[in-house]
C-alpha cells in the first residue's frame, strides 16, 4: 500500500489531472490519495471572507462567484461529457449556497473568527476532493472518496489543529482501512480534520503533506510520495534560481531543517510522523514521473547547500542557506554584499544547525538568492 498526495498546482488544469489518472492507473498496489484544494482556491476563499468581515458583501459575493466559476471551467475541461458532470454541478449550486450563507453570517456580524475561517476554507478541499474522485471514477479506476472529518481527529486550536494520533489511528482502523481494502484507490483531502464532535478544523496551511504522511504512517503503507510541479527539491527555488539541481538524498533532520526554513515542497510537520514509522517519502513530478526525485529518509547528513527565502515582513525577507558550512559560506556572502551596495542587513549562522542567514530588503531578496545560489554551485562544486 502507498500513500500519495496530489497538490494544487498539479491539479490546477487539465493536464494535471490527465497526470494523476495515468499515475494512479499505472499503480499496482491499492493507494491513499490525498488531494489539496485546487491552485489558489484557499487564499480565495479567505480574502471573500475578509471582505464579508469589511461588509463589502458585494466584492464578497463577487469573488465567491469568481471561485465557483473557475472551479466549473476546470470541470468542464476534465469532464466533456454533461452527464459525468451533473452530479458536480449540483455539488457547485450546494456549495454555491453554504457560502453564501456564511459570508452573509461574517458580514451581519462583522466577525471573523477562526472557527468560521476554517468553516469556509474547508470549502475548497471538499470540491477538490469530489472533483478528483469523479474524474478518476470517469477514467475506470476502482475509486472511492471519503471525507477526513470523518477520520482525522484534531485539538480545536482553529487554524493550526493538532491531529490527534491515537483517536485519528482509531478512525482509520474503522473508516479508511475497510475503503482501502475494497477499492485501487481512496481519496481524501488534506488539510482538514475535525474536533472529537465533528467540527471542521484545518491544520495550517499547506498541511495537506502532514495529512499524507500522517495517514500513511497509520496505514503503515510503504512508501509516501508527494506528486508536485517540480522534479524534486532543488539547490534552490526555480522560480528564482538559475540550473537547480536535485537534492535527491535527505535524512529527516535535514528535511525537517530545510523545511522549517523556507524550502517549498517540504513543511515542518510533514516529516515527524514518516520518521517516527521509519517510511520514505519521496519528491516527486507528476509531469516527469521517471524524472529526478528526492527521498527523505536516509540517515546520512548530506550536507550540500539549498537556497531558500522566508518573508519576515512586508519590507524584509530572509535568504536562507541550508547545509553549508561558515568557511564555504562567508566568501559568497562578502560577494554578494559588495554588489548589493548594503542591501543585506545582518549575517547569522550556526555550527549546530547549519544554516546561514541573510536579511535584506523584500526587492532584493530574489536577486540575492539567485547570486548566492550562482555563487556556491560554481565556486564549491555543490553539484
Not at 468553516?119 to 478528483?132: D, N
Request: with cysteine; hydrophobic share 45%.
Amino acid at each position: 500500500m502507498k500513500a500519495m498526495k496530489f497538490g494544487g498546482a498539479v491539479l490546477a488544469s487539465a493536464e494535471g489531472f490527465r497526470h494523476m489518472v495515468e499515475i494512479l492507473k499505472e499503480e499496482q498496489t491499492p493507494s491513499l490519495a490525498v488531494v489539496s484544494a485546487f491552485a489558489s482556491a484557499t487564499r480565495d476563499l479567505e480574502f471573500a471572507a475578509r471582505l464579508a468581515r469589511k461588509n463589502l458583501t458585494t466584492e464578497a459575493f463577487e469573488h465567491l462567484d469568481h471561485i465557483l466559476e473557475n472551479h466549473q471551467k476546470l470541470i468542464r475541461q476534465v469532464l466533456p461529457d454533461p452527464a459525468a458532470r451533473a452530479t458536480l454541478d449540483a455539488l457547485l449550486a450546494e456549495v454555491h449556497g453554504s457560502l453564501s450563507n456564511l459570508l452573509r453570517g461574517i458580514a451581519i456580524t462583522q466577525q471573523l473568527t477562526k472557527r468560521t475561517l476554517d468553516h469556509v476554507l474547508s470549502f475548497g478541499e471538499l470540491l477538490a476532493l469530489h472533483i478528483a474522485r469523479t474524474v478518476v471514477d470517469y477514467n475506470g479506476i476502482d475509486v472511492a472518496a471519503i471525507n477526513a472529518r470523518t477520520v482525522v481527529v484534531t485539538s480545536d486550536e482553529f487554524g493550526m489543529a493538532t491531529p490527534l494520533v491515537e483517536k485519528t489511528r482509531i478512525h482509520v482502523e474503522r473508516n479508511l482501512r475497510p475503503l482501502l481494502e475494497s477499492h485501487h484507490v481512496v481519496m481524501i483531502q488534506g488539510f482538514i480534520g475535525a474536533t472529537e464532535d465533528g467540527t471542521v478544523t484545518t491544520m495550517g496551511k499547506e498541511s495537506s503533506n502532514l495529512t499524507a504522511t500522517l495517514l500513511g504512517s497509520l496505514l503503515n503503507v510503504t512508501e509516501i510520495i508527494i506528486w508536485t510541479d517540480v522534479e524534486g527539491v532543488r539547490s534552490g527555488d526555480p522560480d528564482f534560481c538559475r540550473n537547480t539541481r536535485v537534492r535527491p538524498l535527505l535524512s529527516y533532520t535535514e528535511a525537517a531543517l530545510a523545511a522549517q526554513h523556507g524550502v517549498k515542497i517540504l513543511y515542518p510537520t510533514m516529516i515527524a510522523p514518516a520518521q517516527e514509522s521509519r517510511i520514505a517519502i519521496t519528491i516527486r513530478s507528476a509531469s516527469k514521473p521517471s524524472g529526478e526525485s528526492t527521498l527523505i529518509g536516509t540517515e546520512t547528513m548530506n550536507s550540500k547547500p539549498i537556497v531558500a527565502i522566508q518573508a519576515i515582513d512586508d519590507n524584509y525577507s530572509k535568504i536562507n542557506v541550508v547545509f553549508t558550512t561558515l568557511d564555504a559560506w562567508l566568501p559568497a556572502v562578502s560577494e554578494v554584499s559588495a554588489s548589493k551596495n548594503g542591501a543585506i542587513k545582518s549575517l547569522s549562522g550556526s555550527d549546530n544547525d547549519a544554516v546561514y542567514t541573510i536579511v535584506s530588503t523584500s526587492n532584493d531578496a530574489e536577486n540575492i538568492a539567485s547570486n548566492i545560489h550562482d555563487i556556491i554551485l560554481s565556486k564549491y562544486n555543490h553539484k
